[in-house]
């Protein structure tokens, strides 16, 4: 069985660079603990999720908007499919963003958060948490920057202002939710953005495809991060750092009739940032596979497109 290494966001940062680098090039993954994210924001996090997934149904589609692609508020339940699946995931999420200058010249490609009116308290605990993750994300892309060769700070520009997303994921409990022949609670995927920083993966579910063909077992200590490397990064590093294929299983036996909950943030690039292969990832052994440039806000339009949740 593989089991991946338990990291510390408290170790010097040589070293952890190495040790992420290491993670991410062999497995696209990392666990992370002593990460520092406020625990009484994540217990409140925590709280109000279960909380407004809790509401009725109708209640909740009162923040879904069709046309804006799952952005921001909530997304019902069975919208979302993996890219290539057949059946739709299992699941229910909300979704907030940053909160973002008027003034600010790529204002206009970021839609405005939308809030509940219920549970009480909702806005005032996730503004904050949205910046604690941003704030643990740039420490995380400090490190990787210097596993890359790069300056330590390579990142910041790349990602002031740029589009991150706090889910908030819900998969109801198996018998109230029974989808389609082979639908499962998330299908198998890889994440669109640089990185994503995820709380919840303790319940257990998630699970990483190996390279020879597996599927392995993410299951870190109470509390830690599972921290993944998304398309973006990929693409900007020409593979040497690898965007892994996931999936969170249905569960079996007693856990069947319990919630799961799970809390990702999707660590963005600026929209107008044009996704360039670094120089120091392109070889005579590792020729450049993203010759033409792309900018951030297009490569996430094109994959909304094919996971569904906008149209082309």
Known sequence: MIQLPILSLTDEP????????????????????????????????????????????????????????????????????????????????????????????????????????????????????????DRVGNIILSRIAVYLGLDKDWFEPAVHEGNSILRLLHYPPMDASQGAEGAIRAGAHE?????????????????VLARDGSWIDMRPPEGALVVNVGDMLQRLTNHVLPSTTHRVRNPAGDRARFSRYSMPFFLHLRSDFPISTLEGCISDARPNLYPEPILADDYLHERLVEIGLVKA
């Open 14 to 133: 040589a070293e952890l660079a190495q040790k992420l680098g290491d993670s991410f090039s062999t497995y696209g993954f990392a666990m992370i603990k002593d990460h520092g994210l406020d625990p009484a924001l994540v217990r409140q996090g925590w709280e109000k999720t279960a909380e407004f997934f809790a509401l009725p149904t109708e209640e909740k589609r009162r923040y879904y908007d069709a046309e804006a692609g799952g952005q921001r508020g909530y997304t019902p339940f069975g919208t979302e499919i993996a890219k290539d699946a057949k059946a739709h995931d299992l699941k229910e999420f909300w979704h907030v963003g940053r909160e973002i200058d008027p003034a600010s010249p790529i204002a206009h490609t970021m839609p405005a958060n939308v809030w509940p009116e219920r549970p009480e308290g909702f806005r005032d605990t996730f503004e904050p948490l949205f910046a604690e993750f």
């Open 191 to 207: 994440d669109i953005n640089l990185i994503t920083l995820l709380l919840g993966a303790e319940e257990g579910g998630l699970e």
